[in-house]
T-cell receptor, first 116, second 114 residues
Framework: KAGVTQTPRYLIKTRGQQVTLSCSPI?????VSWYQQTPGQGLQFLFE???????NKGNFPGRFSGRQFSNSRSEMNVSTLELGDSALYLC???????????????FGPGTRLLVL | SQQGEEDPQALSIQEGENATMNCSYK?????LQWYRQNSGRGLVHLIL?????REKHSGRLRVTLDTSKKSSSLLITASRAADTASYFC??????????????FGQGTTLQVKP
């Protein structure tokens, strides 16, 4: 099976712009979670989608949003970019059960976003 | 906020030696996972241990879990230069509000010298 894929891999934006990142989960996985990784804050949970519904959300401002499509692909959007949004954004997918009791999350290579 | 605390933050050993990393967490968990990350790339899943398990092995990896102490350890035996990476523990807390959410420790940076 192909792994989790993320596009684009690298992105440079300027403050105030918006950005959309894409994640394709492992075939058959219906749960997609997103994380932000920065040197200062480490790995932090953004949100999780299952069957096109957001089931869980981390402690991030409303500028961070996401969605999931019927084929389980997911996108996250960051509006009005700030310098502090520069980070590695990782998505992860998990098993068909949706991880209700916690299942292995398989991560993609990440999208490295630089905000200037 | 991060639940996990990892110890040590950095570890440097010679090839062939064993490496031990520790992780502590704060709340009741369903399971604990260990991941490896090379140079800011994606996370590679190493092993998952459930809350009702005490020890698990996978190749050169041995993971222990002590839920009474809310701690886990990862042992890499006979380390290789290719094991050089950052290692993270991640927990998923019990409760429906925690669905799909992993809480990560700050990681241990392991350097294995040839």
């Amino acid at each position: 099976k192909a792994g989790v894929t993320q596009t684009p891999r690298y992105l440079i934006k300027t403050r105030g712009q918006q950005v959309t990142l894409s994640c394709s989960p492992i075939s058959g996985h219906r749960s997609v979670s997103w994380y932000q990784q920065t040197p200062g804050q480490g790995l932090q949970f953004l949100f999780e989608y299952f069957s096109e519904t957001q089931r869980n959300k981390g402690n991030f401002p409303g500028r961070f949003s996401g969605r999931q499509f019927s084929n389980s692909r997911s996108e996250m959007n960051v509006s009005t970019l700030e310098l502090g949004d520069s980070a590695l954004y990782l998505c992860a997918s998990s098993s068909p059960s949706g991880g209700a009791r916690g299942e292995t999350q398989y991560f993609g290579p990440g999208t490295r976003l630089l905000v200037l | 906020s991060q639940q996990g605390e990892e110890d040590p933050q950095a570890l440097s050993i010679q090839e062939g030696e064993n490496a031990t990393m520790n992780c502590s967490y704060k709340t009741s968990i369903n399971n604990l996972q260990w991941y490896r990350q090379n140079s800011g790339r994606g996370l590679v899943h190493l092993i998952l241990i459930r809350s009702n398990e005490r020890e698990k092995h996978s190749g050169r990896l041995r993971v222990t879990l002590d839920t009474s102490k809310k701690s886990s350890s990862l042992l890499i035996t006979a380390s290789r230069a290719a094991d050089t990476a950052s290692y993270f523990c991640a927990t998923d807390a019990v409760g429906s509000s925690n669905t799909g959410k992993l809480i990560f420790g700050q990681g241990t940076t392991l350097q294995v010298k040839p």
